[in-house]
Every structure is written in structure tokens, then in C-alpha cells.
């Protein structure tokens, strides 16, 4: 038996080989996910090249660091097929890893067998590759626990590497840990290895091989250029996209800011822009002594045009409508959009002439017949105005006012204009009477939640649901929010209907976890009204305690312009709830501040892209291009990515493509009463069950 000693220099060598060697390829499969197809696939490569490299260069490094009183030479195949063994396990065992979130328990056995295996064939692939005076005789008990060594250190190496959920730090650290842990069992399975072998010296004619000092020289020269190699390319690459995601970023600011005060349809501005407007108008005024008007414009017929040519058409009419009142105006004057065939005017007049002459212009227009494609269309408005400051020194009451004057108007027979006069709130009497059943519908248990599911992309399994409100009124039936909600938000009635909202999705939480779902999360808007309430977080808290909900399972939606509002008390409400356990959740992003900057400040969890970039996503290259930087940003912030209004199969498919975590919309069902979820589960179980959602998937939609 030969005696062995070792060098230390080349043990911390090869341990440092395997360290860098390791962490570059962890590095460059982190980059795989947020590349593009063909970036993809050279990370993906070169993650699994740089892990073999590193895996075989650490072990013949390590070869060499043992000294024995006989020569040694290596025999050039065996050596070549170690090394082909060390490149095929990595690269399979990393393209296991990284072939999609999640990154689940089947798939982190496989990596993890198929790299621990690949380490070990390499090693004593290698060790046969000896050539010397002597035979090797191995213990059986030691060459079992390098191979246990092996499986346990790297599966604990690559769960801690593609853990998911953390942020950037955690996922630095991570990484480092990981390599740290792989380089570990790379050396330890090496050196528990070789103590398994003795050498028995024999006086035989020595094969001719790739001597020590050949070895050295091609190990380390191949070895030290393909590891430099990579880090500059890494380093190079990260470079790149720190100054590419800069630049996104700016350039998404921009477009949302555009986005969020502007109309995406007609180009106008929006509510929250002309909020900002007749602020500066009421301020204007009040400096120079003078008037100005505000018409609450509304088309007529509208509805009629939607139904019968479709939403097409009705967007066109939207669009030629606001181009020709914006033919009738000067500089001074702003027009916007509402929503819907709703608009606003403002306009600097000071007599009742010019007020005149120029609504007589606008009406007149909108009288003239529409040609939109190949159809002939006829509608008209009706506009009520009010002036400041007789009619009120507030938005609010200016806005009122006009209301009350078109809905005058209305009344009337349409096609029209009207001044407010105070006699108008005796004859507009269906504003009252609905105001009277609102604030009586939750004492009337009229007020109900209906549930929208929210499927993982690409599996489709579900995962929770979206609270909606719903008001079952008496008389006209089902109403949706957008019929109640801003009159809730006016007259302070959302804070009784929010609260009561709350307990019921806990209730409803609790009733699921009874049936058997205790996985299942819901997902409950927050009002700006409700998020500034001073004891919204005892009204949260308490009913998770009183339906003993876990916090995880209940997530609370708030829009931008809330949690921006007032920031310092936004943050300080939403770093309770996240330090609670609730998951926060930014909602309709896109269309509120839309400061990404401001937002990575926020302890959100979650980013729910708005559903009017998601609407024509198949079309519109803009909000392609906007949609998909957003997921990359949000990614950087490790946001979960929520995409709600999904219709058609080509929307799900893009947007799995581009990253997103979870989907909601009418393609997979529209919100739904609780007893008629079992009817849902009923449907996807059977479409799991044929095996069709892929070739089927207008078949996911359901109507209940």
C-alpha cells in the first residue's frame, strides 16, 4: 500500500474552482426566466456547461493535490468521457430546474438525482482514468456514503437555489449559499471518494497517458478561461440589463403616467385629470374675477348603438363624438371623458350668450349622422351645466348640479342642454328614491359577494377567488358596482358596506375550509374611502380572529391613487397588514399614479395589471410592449403578477408566455354566487379528467 499525503494550496484550489464554478451557473440560470427565447436557451446552456466544468475541473484539480511516491499518468479517453459525463449531468440536471415555475417536488428530485449521479459516474469514471504502479482497491462502505453525500448536498443545493418567494437580497444570498452548499458536496463526494481508494504498488510497465504536469496545465488553463469567460459575460450581461430596465423603467413611467390621465380610447382626459383641472380652473377663476362652466355631457341612445352594431361600433362612435365637440372648442376649454358615453366640459365663459351659442354648435354636431363602417348612425346629447361659483365652490356640488340638470334634460325628451335652476331637484326624482333604497339595502340584506376564480397560468389550477359586490334592488334587479359604488363612496355608506363585506369574505373563507378547501384564497377590494378609515385594521384583524382565518388566505386589493394618496400613512397601514400576514395586493395598476419608483416602496406582494391593457393585448403592440415590461419590473420586485379580464385563448397564451402568475376572466367563468361554485368544480374536474383545456379552452368559459 502507497502512502498519500496531500497539498492544501490545491484542495482550496479545486474548492474555489467548484465555489465560483457553481455560482456563476446558478447566476445564469437565474437569467433564463427573464431572457428571451434565444438569450433563454445561451443561458441555459452555458449554466449547465460552466456546473460541468466546474464539477470535473474541482476533481482532477483535487487528483492532482494527492502525492504519491509512484508517477502517475491518465488515460486520455477515460479522462474525456469524465468530462462528458460532468457537462451532460449538469446541463440536464440545470434545464430540469429552470424548465418552468413552479419549481415543484418531482422536478427537484429528478435535478437533483440526475446531478448527483452525474458527479459520482463522473469521479470514479475518472479515478479508472488512473494510470499507475498499482491497482486501486475500494471500500464499499465509503464509496456508499460519497454517493449519499452526493444526492443529500446537492438536493439541499438546488432547493435553497430555486427557492421561490424571495426578494432580490434573499435571492443573492441564496445563490451564494447554494453554490456554497454544491461546492461542498462536489469536495466532499471527491474526497470521501477518494479515501475510499487504496493503492496497492506492482512493478508493471506504466502506460503511456497525459502525465501530472500536462494535466495540471490543461485543467487549469481550460478551466480559468471558461469561469473568466462567463463572469465577464455575466457581469457584462447584468450590466446591460440594469441599464436596459433603467431605461424601461423610465419609459414606462411615462407611458402609464399617459395612461392614467389620459382616455386610451379617445385620447381625452380621464376622470382623475379632469379632477386636476377644475381644481386649476376653480383657482384661475378666483384670481381673475371671472366664471366658468361645467357640462356634464351624456349621448343619447348610446346603449342602443352597443347593442345593435356591437362595442365596436360604439367605441368608433365614442371617438367621432369627442372629435367633433373637440371641433367646436377653443384652447381655453378642456373636454374629458367620464367613462362610458359619459364626458365633461369645462369652459371659461362669463355670459349666458356665449354659453349659448356654443352648446347650440356642439349639439348641433352630434345631430349630424355618424357613417361608421358602412352603418349610418343618428344620436344626439344631453348636457346639464352649472356655473362657478353661483352653482356651488366645490367639485363636488358643481358636479351634482350638472347632474341634476341633465338628468333634467333627459326627462324632457333628450337632445338638449340645460342650465341648473334650483326647481330641477323637485322634477329629477330618481335621484333621491335610489338613494333612499341604497342606504336601506344592507339593513334589507340585499347587498350579496359573488366569487370569480383565479387559476394559475399553465396548469390551470385554482387558487382562490375576487370578492364582487353585488345589490339585488327590489325593483330594477341585479346591479352591478359601477351603478352604486361612486354614490356609496359620496355619501359615506362604504364604510358600513365595506365592513360588512370583510366579515362576509372571512365567513365565507371559514365555510370553505369546512368543505374541505382550506388552500383556497380570496382577494376583497379596499376602497380609497375604507384604506383611509382610521380602524380599518382592527375591522380586518378582527374578523380573520373571529372566522380564525389564516392571514396568508385573505388578500386585500388596493389601487394606487389609495395607497398613494397620502404615502406615509399608506405605507404605515400596508406595512401592518403585511407584517400580519395579509398578502397586499396593488390593484388596476396602470391606470392610478402609475409611479413604479414610489411603488417598489410599498410592502405589496402582488401587482394586478388593469384590464384595460389586457383588452387588446392580441392588437395593440403599445400595450403588448406596456404589459410585458410591467411583468419584468415587477418580477425585479419579485411581485407575483395578476392579470384579471382574460377572454380569449390568445390572451392567456401571451401572457403565460410573458410571466404572468395567475389569471382571471370571463375565458375560464364570470363571477358567480357561492352555492354555484360545486358546479364549477364539477366542470374543471371533468375537463382534467378528458384532457381537453388545452385543445378546447372556449370550452373553460361558464356561465351560472
Same mark, same amino acid.
Given at each position: 500500500?502507497?502512502?498519500?499525503?496531500?497539498?492544501?494550496?490545491?484542495?482550496?484550489?479545486?474548492?474555489?474552482?467548484?465555489?465560483?464554478?457553481?455560482? #456563476?451557473?446558478?447566476?445564469?440560470?437565474?437569467?433564463?426566466?427573464?431572457?428571451?427565447?434565444?438569450?433563454?436557451?445561451?443561458?441555459?446552456?452555458?449554466?449547465?456547461?460552466?456546473?460541468?466544468?466546474?464539477?470535473?475541473?474541482?476533481?482532477?484539480?483535487?487528483?492532482?493535490?494527492?502525492?504519491?511516491?509512484?508517477?502517475?499518468?491518465?488515460?486520455?479517453?477515460?479522462?474525456?468521457?469524465?468530462?462528458?459525463?460532468?457537462?451532460?449531468?449538469?446541463?440536464?440536471?440545470?434545464?430540469?430546474?429552470?424548465?418552468?415555475?413552479?419549481?415543484?417536488?418531482?422536478?427537484?428530485?429528478?435535478?437533483?438525482?440526475?446531478?448527483?449521479?452525474?458527479?459520482?459516474?463522473?469521479?470514479?469514471?475518472?479515478?479508472?482514468? #488512473?494510470?499507475?504502479?498499482?491497482?486501486?482497491?475500494?471500500?464499499?462502505?465509503?464509496?456508499?456514503?460519497?454517493?449519499?453525500?452526493?444526492?443529500?448536498?446537492?438536493?439541499?443545493?438546488?432547493?435553497?437555489?430555486?427557492?421561490?418567494?424571495?426578494?432580490?437580497?434573499?435571492?443573492?444570498?441564496?445563490?451564494?449559499?447554494?453554490?456554497?452548499?454544491?461546492?461542498?458536496?462536489? &469536495?466532499?463526494?471527491?474526497?470521501?471518494?477518494? /479515501?475510499?481508494?487504496?493503492?496497492?504498488?506492482?512493478?508493471?510497465?506504466?502506460?503511456?497517458?497525459?502525465?501530472?504536469?500536462?494535466?495540471?496545465?490543461?485543467?487549469?488553463?481550460?478551466?480559468?478561461?471558461?469561469?473568466?469567460?462567463?463572469?465577464?459575460?455575466?457581469?457584462?450581461?447584468?450590466?446591460?440589463?440594469? /441599464?436596459?430596465?433603467?431605461?424601461?423603467? &423610465?419609459?414606462?413611467?411615462?407611458?402609464?403616467?399617459?395612461?392614467?390621465?389620459?382616455?386610451?380610447?379617445?385620447?381625452?382626459?380621464?376622470?382623475?385629470?379632469?379632477?386636476?383641472?377644475?381644481?386649476?380652473?376653480?383657482?384661475?377663476?378666483?384670481?381673475?374675477?371671472?366664471?366658468?362652466?361645467?357640462?356634464?355631457?351624456?349621448?343619447?341612445?348610446?346603449?342602443?348603438?352597443?347593442?345593435?352594431?356591437?362595442?365596436?361600433?360604439?367605441?368608433?362612435?365614442?371617438?367621432?363624438?369627442?372629435?367633433?365637440?373637440?371641433?367646436?372648442?377653443?384652447?381655453?376649454?378642456?373636454?374629458?371623458?367620464?367613462?362610458?358615453?359619459?364626458?365633461?366640459?369645462?369652459?371659461?365663459?362669463?355670459?349666458?350668450?356665449?354659453? &349659448?351659442?356654443?352648446?347650440?354648435?356642439?349639439?348641433?354636431?352630434?345631430?349630424?349622422?355618424?357613417?361608421?363602417?358602412?352603418?349610418?348612425?343618428?344620436?344626439?346629447?344631453?348636457?346639464?351645466? &352649472?356655473?362657478?361659483?353661483?352653482?356651488?365652490?366645490?367639485?363636488?356640488?358643481?358636479?351634482?348640479?350638472?347632474?341634476?340638470?341633465?338628468?333634467?334634460?333627459?326627462?324632457?325628451?333628450?337632445?338638449?342642454?340645460?342650465?341648473?335652476?334650483?326647481?330641477?331637484?323637485?322634477?329629477?326624482?330618481?335621484?333621491?328614491?335610489?338613494?333612499?333604497?341604497?342606504?336601506?339595502?344592507?339593513?334589507?340584506?340585499?347587498?350579496?359577494?359573488?366569487?370569480?376564480?383565479?387559476?394559475?397560468?399553465?396548469?390551470?389550477?385554482?387558487?382562490?377567488?375576487?370578492?364582487?359586490?353585488?345589490?339585488?334592488?327590489?325593483?330594477?334587479?341585479?346591479?352591478?358596482?359601477?351603478?352604486?359604488?361612486?354614490?356609496?363612496?359620496?355619501?359615506?355608506?362604504?364604510?358600513?358596506?365595506?365592513?360588512?363585506?370583510?366579515?362576509?369574505?372571512?365567513?365565507?373563507?371559514?365555510?370553505?375550509?369546512?368543505?374541505?378547501?382550506?388552500?383556497?384564497?380570496?382577494? %376583497?377590494?379596499?376602497?380609497?374611502?375604507?384604506?383611509?378609515?382610521?380602524?380599518?385594521?382592527?375591522?380586518?384583524?378582527?374578523?380573520?380572529?373571529?372566522?380564525?382565518?389564516?392571514?396568508?388566505?385573505?388578500?386585500?386589493?388596493?389601487?394606487? /391613487?389609495?395607497?398613494?394618496?397620502?404615502?406615509?400613512?399608506?405605507?404605515?397601514?400596508?406595512?401592518?397588514?403585511?407584517?400580519?400576514?395579509?398578502?397586499?395586493?396593488?390593484?388596476?395598476?396602470?391606470?392610478?399614479?402609475?409611479?413604479?419608483?414610489?411603488?417598489?416602496?410599498?410592502?405589496?406582494?402582488?401587482?394586478?395589471?388593469?384590464?384595460?391593457?389586457?383588452?387588446?393585448?392580441?392588437?395593440?403592440?403599445?400595450?403588448?410592449?406596456?404589459?410585458?415590461?410591467?411583468?419584468?419590473?415587477?418580477?425585479?420586485?419579485?411581485?407575483?403578477?395578476?392579470?384579471?379580464?382574460?377572454?380569449?385563448?390568445?390572451?392567456?397564451?401571451?401572457?403565460?408566455?410573458?410571466?404572468?402568475?395567475?389569471?382571471?376572466?370571463?375565458?375560464?367563468?364570470?363571477?358567480?354566487?357561492?352555492?354555484?361554485?360545486?358546479?364549477?368544480?364539477?366542470?374543471?374536474?371533468?375537463?382534467?379528467?378528458?384532457? %381537453?383545456?388545452?385543445?378546447?379552452?372556449?370550452?373553460?368559459?361558464?356561465?351560472?
Amino acid at each position: 500500500m502507497l502512502h498519500v499525503s496531500w497539498d492544501p494550496v490545491l484542495i482550496g484550489i479545486s474548492f474555489l474552482v467548484a465555489f465560483i464554478a457553481a455560482f #456563476v451557473s446558478l447566476d445564469s440560470a437565474g437569467k433564463v426566466a427573464i431572457s428571451v427565447r434565444r438569450e433563454s436557451t445561451f443561458w441555459r446552456l452555458s449554466g449547465g456547461i460552466t456546473l460541468g466544468m466546474g464539477i470535473w475541473s474541482m476533481h482532477f484539480i483535487g487528483m492532482l493535490a494527492m502525492k504519491m511516491s509512484m508517477p502517475l499518468n491518465y488515460h486520455l479517453p477515460l479522462t474525456f468521457l469524465s468530462f462528458t459525463i460532468a457537462l451532460l449531468a449538469a446541463s440536464l440536471a440545470m434545464h430540469i430546474a429552470i424548465s418552468g415555475p413552479p419549481f415543484s417536488r418531482v422536478r427537484l428530485i429528478a435535478a437533483t438525482l440526475v446531478l448527483s449521479m452525474g458527479m459520482v459516474a463522473m469521479h470514479y469514471v475518472g479515478m479508472a482514468a #488512473v494510470i499507475g504502479h498499482g491497482v486501486i482497491v475500494w471500500n464499499p462502505g465509503l464509496v456508499a456514503l460519497s454517493v449519499l453525500i452526493a444526492v443529500v448536498a446537492s438536493g439541499f443545493g438546488l432547493r435553497l437555489a430555486f427557492s421561490p418567494h424571495q426578494n432580490t437580497r434573499q435571492t443573492l444570498l441564496s445563490r451564494l449559499a447554494a453554490a456554497l452548499i454544491v461546492a461542498l458536496a462536489i &469536495s466532499a463526494m471527491h474526497y470521501t471518494g477518494m /479515501s475510499a481508494a487504496t493503492f496497492n504498488h506492482h512493478s508493471h510497465a506504466l502506460h503511456t497517458g497525459l502525465s501530472q504536469g500536462e494535466l495540471a496545465i490543461c485543467v487549469t488553463g481550460i478551466t480559468l478561461v471558461t469561469l473568466g469567460m462567463m463572469l465577464v459575460i455575466s457581469m457584462l450581461d447584468s450590466q446591460v440589463r440594469a /441599464s436596459q430596465l433603467a431605461e424601461n423603467l &423610465s419609459h414606462l413611467n411615462k407611458k402609464l403616467t399617459q395612461q392614467s390621465h389620459f382616455d386610451a380610447l379617445t385620447g381625452l382626459p380621464n376622470r382623475a385629470q379632469i379632477d386636476t383641472c377644475l381644481l386649476a380652473f376653480m383657482e384661475d377663476t378666483a384670481l381673475h374675477q371671472h366664471r366658468f362652466v361645467l357640462a356634464f355631457i351624456d349621448l343619447d341612445r348610446f346603449k342602443v348603438v352597443n347593442d345593435t352594431w356591437g362595442h365596436h361600433i360604439g367605441d368608433q362612435l365614442l371617438v367621432a363624438s369627442s372629435q367633433r365637440i373637440l371641433a367646436c372648442l377653443d384652447d381655453t376649454m378642456t373636454l374629458a371623458r367620464l367613462g362610458g358615453d359619459e364626458f365633461i366640459l369645462l369652459m371659461p365663459e362669463n355670459d349666458t350668450e356665449s354659453i &349659448s351659442t356654443r352648446m347650440d354648435r356642439i349639439t348641433t354636431a352630434l345631430r349630424m349622422p355618424f357613417s361608421l363602417s358602412g352603418h349610418s348612425i343618428h344620436v344626439s346629447l344631453s348636457a346639464g351645466l &352649472s356655473v362657478y361659483p353661483e352653482h356651488g365652490t366645490t367639485t363636488h356640488e358643481l358636479r351634482v348640479k350638472a347632474d341634476v340638470a341633465m338628468y333634467h334634460v333627459k326627462q324632457q325628451g333628450r337632445d338638449g342642454w340645460a342650465i341648473y335652476q334650483p326647481e330641477m331637484e323637485a322634477i329629477v326624482t330618481t335621484a333621491p328614491a335610489f338613494l333612499q333604497d341604497l342606504s336601506q339595502a344592507l339593513a334589507r340584506n340585499e347587498f350579496e359577494l359573488w366569487y370569480q376564480p383565479k387559476y394559475t397560468a399553465g396548469n390551470h389550477t385554482l387558487t382562490g377567488f375576487e370578492a364582487l359586490l353585488r345589490w339585488r334592488h327590489p325593483e330594477q334587479g341585479l346591479l352591478l358596482p359601477g351603478a352604486f359604488l361612486p354614490t356609496l363612496e359620496d355619501t359615506g355608506l362604504m364604510l358600513s358596506v365595506g365592513k360588512w363585506v370583510i366579515q362576509q369574505a372571512c365567513s365565507q373563507l371559514s365555510q370553505w375550509t369546512q368543505q374541505g378547501h382550506p388552500d383556497w384564497s380570496l382577494a %376583497v377590494n379596499l376602497s380609497a374611502t375604507q384604506f383611509e378609515q382610521h380602524d380599518i385594521v382592527d375591522i380586518v384583524c378582527g374578523a380573520l380572529a373571529r372566522y380564525q382565518i389564516p392571514p396568508s388566505r385573505l388578500t386585500l386589493e388596493i389601487t394606487e /391613487s389609495a395607497a398613494l394618496k397620502n404615502p406615509g400613512r399608506g405605507i404605515e397601514i400596508l406595512n401592518i397588514f403585511s407584517a400580519a400576514g395579509i398578502t397586499v395586493s396593488i390593484d388596476d395598476f396602470g391606470t392610478g399614479y402609475s409611479n413604479m419608483l414610489m411603488l417598489k416602496s410599498l410592502p405589496a406582494r402582488e401587482l394586478k395589471i388593469d384590464r384595460i391593457f389586457i383588452k387588446d393585448i392580441n392588437e395593440n403592440n403599445k400595450n403588448s410592449k406596456i404589459v410585458s415590461t410591467i411583468i419584468d419590473i415587477a418580477h425585479s420586485m419579485n411581485l407575483r403578477v395578476v392579470a384579471e379580464g382574460i377572454e380569449t385563448p390568445e390572451q392567456e397564451r401571451l401572457l403565460t408566455q410573458m410571466g404572468c402568475a395567475v389569471l382571471q376572466g370571463f375565458l375560464y367563468a364570470q363571477p358567480l354566487p357561492a352555492q354555484q361554485i360545486p358546479a364549477l368544480l364539477q366542470r374543471d374536474s371533468l375537463i382534467k379528467q378528458l384532457n %381537453v383545456v388545452s385543445c378546447l379552452p372556449q370550452q373553460r368559459s361558464i356561465t351560472l
